[in-house]
């Protein structure tokens, strides 16, 4: 019992595992015995938000942690106990920060905000800052970030340059492509994932919606669940694991 809350996901590197607490206190534990290893203080939260801290490791073993106070850190745990750098996302005005899980990928991270998306290089580097609003975690296939907004719109960013080149909104494809108002049924579509040329979304109402971006994007199909979806989804085999408050599903 460590007294404070966790409030992170978890990481493990070398036997290690690495959370926070809702403090912003780094903690890393031995993986085999649970005994503490070391902690390391960051910033503290001067307000209380619905954001958890979230941690990523790079591909040289740093460790990312965004706080709950909007700081990006790049520590060094392994070699020495060092911050290789960090970067502010809470603006002035900014009373609760708000934000997403990082993503990495080509040694590079993509942080999105409630306002901003932005690319750093390895070194923290901002290499480009774009007023992109995103309500989920973006996902990156080859040189195209996909993401959606509050207003349930689809956009496609080009992560060379931070340019968008693709914006519409959910609600008018599925209606171009089936005749049918969907506005009032779809809520917010909380999930996104890329499998080769298709786009799978999912709405917090439990609408799975495939869409086809080879060419053109375009409706493949859609369909209302009768179940809640209460927990990230795993995919295996072909197949979607995840739960509902009750219940374990596992879908084609």
């Known amino acids: 019992n460590f007294l404070v809350p966790f409030r992170s996901n978890l990481k493990i590197l070398n036997n290690i595992l690495f959370l926070s607490d809702e403090k912003n206190k780094i903690?890393?534990?031995?993986?085999?015995?649970?005994?503490?290893?070391?902690?390391?203080?960051?910033?503290?939260?001067?307000?209380?938000?619905?954001?958890?801290?979230?941690?990523?490791?790079?591909?040289?073993?740093?460790l990312l942690f965004l706080s709950t106070s909007g700081s990006l850190y790049s520590l060094?745990?392994?070699?020495?106990?060092?911050?290789?750098?960090?970067?502010?996302?809470?603006?002035?005005?900014?009373?609760?920060?708000?934000?997403?899980?990082?993503?990495?990928?080509?040694?590079k991270i993509l942080v999105s905000t409630k306002n901003n998306i932005t690319l750093l290089n390895e070194n923290g580097l901002r290499m480009w800052d774009k007023n992109i609003q995103s309500s989920i975690s973006p996902i990156i296939s080859g040189n195209i970030i996909f993401t959606i907004n509050d207003d349930n719109y689809l956009i496609l960013i080009d992560s060379q340059n931070g340019q968008i080149i693709y914006?519409?909104?959910?609600?008018f494809i599925l209606n171009r492509d089936f005749r049918k108002d969907f506005k009032n049924k779809i809520k917010k579509v909380s999930q996104i994932f890329v499998n080769k040329n298709k786009l799978f979304l999912i709405s917090n109402n439990s609408y799975f919606i495939e869409l086809n971006i080879e060419k053109q994007i375009k409706t493949n199909s859609?369909?209302?669940n009768p179940f809640n979806i209460s927990t990230d989804i795993i995919f295996l085999n072909k197949e979607m694991v995840f739960m509902s408050s009750k219940n374990i599903y596992k879908v084609n």
């Not at 031995?30 to 001067?46: A, M, R, V």
């Not at 914006?167 to 609600?171: L, M």
């Open 27 to 62: 903690i890393l534990l031995d993986i085999n015995n649970g005994k503490k290893i070391d902690e390391l203080y960051t910033q503290p939260s001067k307000t209380v938000s619905n954001f958890e801290s979230n941690l990523a490791i790079d591909k040289k073993d740093n």
């Open 76 to 107: 060094n745990f392994i070699n020495q106990k060092t911050i290789n750098w960090i970067q502010n996302f809470k603006t002035e005005n900014e009373i609760i920060f708000k934000g997403n899980p990082i993503t990495i990928f080509n040694n």
């Open 167 to 171: 914006s519409q909104s959910i609600y």
């Open 222 to 224: 859609i369909k209302k």
